[in-house]
């Protein structure tokens, strides 16, 4: 059998690896081809870090070649463009194709604008390693204009950088960003005093995942950094420099991040596979997408039940690896042609880090705040690069 695998994230990468290994475990030559547009495999939690210059970009992407050196996975480059299901073939943006006898899909996710005018064309995104190389270039710039800038007002403006989205991503790119602002106005030269970063959210809470404890605890260390944290406040359009704010206020910013909601890939609906209203693939608790006996799906790019509560499952980056996990075994039992077993997720909590020295979570659903926190967020993340780098050997 031909099994292709779209996305190299974490759940696709775990996929890979896991399925493969399974496969020659029981002596089975079946191919796995390990689809992505890119040759490295980005660590998305960790991208606010490279954004704001916190960590070397080496330690936020993994080439993927040598990630497989020890599976015989094979690695095909390329954008994806669509799935035909009826053909069993997925087409790619330079015209090329790849068949397949099963199919999983670990795309991610893309970013939301919910329809607000304006959102796209004028802000800045946060969901790629080079969504995060172009931040940081574009708030260097504004702050090298800054230090050349006579004109107070327009000072402000380039130092200005506005956050639309309290979620995991705005939370920790405004504590990492206030911090990273220091060393910019030194080495720019641009006044420290003319720096604001804005959190705006639309809903009364920060983090929502965790409840109300998490706002409190998340607005008080943001603030205490200089974060001016706005919540119940909705963005109804953008400008180029400007945030049309509802109750007929603007916020003028040179930066402005977009970090307000994900949703699936548009080609999943444009291929004709079923999908949510946040355009993420409903799979069922096999991970296989509705309608379609040859498709599976797993991480942020689909809508997975949770058994746990009746909602579908975090787009977190553990989940998705744990998905990934499940989607091997789940596929090896296709080739096999067994039943496979249904995926239950384990809530394992999560941690969101609020700037260098602080963070909050839930891990085993212990709410945890703090430098244990902030041990626990960079342990956790120090585990994978040790698995990424294992692999590598
Ligand atoms: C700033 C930020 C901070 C975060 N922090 C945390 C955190 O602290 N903890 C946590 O658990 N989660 C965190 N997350 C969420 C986490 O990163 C995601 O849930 C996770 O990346 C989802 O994994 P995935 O495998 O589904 O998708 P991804 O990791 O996004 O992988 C998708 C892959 O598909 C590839 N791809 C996409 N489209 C195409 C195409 N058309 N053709 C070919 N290849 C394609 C991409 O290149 C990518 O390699 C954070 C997210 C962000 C943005």
Known sequence: MQIVILGAGYAGLRTAIDLDRLLRQRGRDDEVILVD????????????L???????DKKAIYELAPLLCNSTVRLEQGRVTRIEPLERQVRFEDGRSLAY???AITLGAETSYAGVAGAREHTLPLHTFEHALRLRDHVVQQFAAAAQERDPKQQRILQTIAIVGGGYTGCQLAGELVTWADDLCRDSGAPRSEVRVALIERSNYLLPQFGDWATQAAELVLDRQGVSVYRNTLVEAVEPRMLHIQGERVLRAATIVWAAG?????LLAASGLAVEEHGRVMVDRYLRVHDQALIFAAGDCAAVPNSLDGGTVPATASYAMRQGAHLATTLLAEVEGRAPRSYEPLRLGELVSLGPHYAV????????????ALWMKKSVEQYYRSILEEAQK
């Open 37 to 48: 547009q890119h040759p490295y495999h980005q660590l998305i939690q960790v991208i606010h």
């Open 50 to 56: 490279a954004a704001t210059d916190a960590i070397p």
């Open 101 to 103: 006898d099963r199919l």
């Open 262 to 266: 994900i949703a699936g890939p548009e």
């Open 361 to 372: 979570g839930n891990p085993l659903g212990l709410p945890m705040t703090g430098y244990p």
